[in-house]
Antibody, heavy 128, light 110 residues
Framework: EVQVLESGGGLVQPGGSLRLSCAAS????????MTWVRQAPGKGLEWVSS????????FYAVSVKGRFTISRDNSKSTLYLQMNSLRAEDTALYYC?????????????????????WGKGTTVTVSS | QSVLTQPPSVSAAPGQKVTISCSGT????????VSWYQQLPGTAPKLLIY???KRPSGIPDRFSGSKSGTSATLGITGLQTGDEADYYC???????????FGGGTKLTVL
């Protein structure tokens, strides 16, 4: 069964840092892009960041660029999101998703066609 | 304000049909596949329709998707109370190099 499971959320003060993890199983992890999407309390979905299968290409929402870093360890089938300089508006439930896209001739696979499998999410609260 | 435009809410009686629209531009819907996600209360989103009109395994054929130009539509027939959820459209935005979503549509089955 294809699964992704997020962890690492918690309560952090404004200006603080947190690293989220997403453990994947049931599929060839390095053959798929991966994406983080967040949902603030009572709000809709907001894309945060995506990464190609090899990890060579990364993509960020304007709201987090320069503060968040997406990365992956394909040997551990794990996706990460390092979040620095956290703000109150970063408070949300953070979802990790297997992102089905296209693969290039050099065998790197990119996000962007559809978010096939979502985790249950991990909650990040930024408050003093 | 979301990049893709959806109606905030729709409603219909059990057994009836409903459609949810999703409007974008040539930089997003007009140039990319559209997918739809169902979020039941208190749960994570789930893929409902991918590549404009395809259903993942396990999704009943009561759910359908279509795309024309810069707009997409989700259709649900034979409405059931269990279909009450928030529905989101999404697509990759070329200029932003990232995903954009609609604001979500709350479906109420009266």
């Amino acid at each position: 069964e294809v699964q992704v499971l997020e962890s690492g959320g918690g309560l952090v003060q404004p200006g603080g840092s947190l690293r989220l993890s997403c453990a994947a199983s049931g599929f060839m992890f390095d053959k798929y892009g991966m994406t983080w999407v967040r949902q603030a309390p009572g709000k809709g979905l907001e894309w945060v960041s995506s990464i190609s299968g090899s990890g060579s290409d990364t993509f960020y929402a304007v709201s987090v660029k320069g503060r968040f870093t997406i990365s992956r360890d394909n040997s551990k089938s794990t996706l990460y999101l390092q979040m620095n300089s956290l703000r109150a508006e970063d408070t949300a439930l953070y979802y990790c998703a297997k992102d089905n896209g296209y693969c290039t001739n050099n065998d790197d696979c990119y996000p962007g066609y559809y978010l096939a499998v979502w985790g249950k999410g991990t909650t990040v609260t930024v408050s003093s | 304000q979301s990049v893709l435009t959806q109606p905030p809410s729709v409603s219909a009686a059990p057994g009836q049909k409903v459609t949810i629209s999703c409007s974008g531009t040539s930089s997003n819907i007009g140039n990319s596949y559209v997918s739809w996600y169902q979020q039941l209360p208190g749960t994570a989103p789930k893929l409902l329709i991918y590549e404009n009109n395809k259903r993942p395994s396990g999704i009943p054929d009561r759910f359908s998707g279509s795309k024309s130009g810069t707009s997409a539509t989700l259709g649900i027939t034979g409405l059931q109370t269990g279909d009450e959820a928030d529905y989101y459209c999404g697509t990759w935005h070329d200029n932003l190099s990232g995903w954009v979503f609609g604001g979500g549509t709350k479906l109420t089955v009266l």
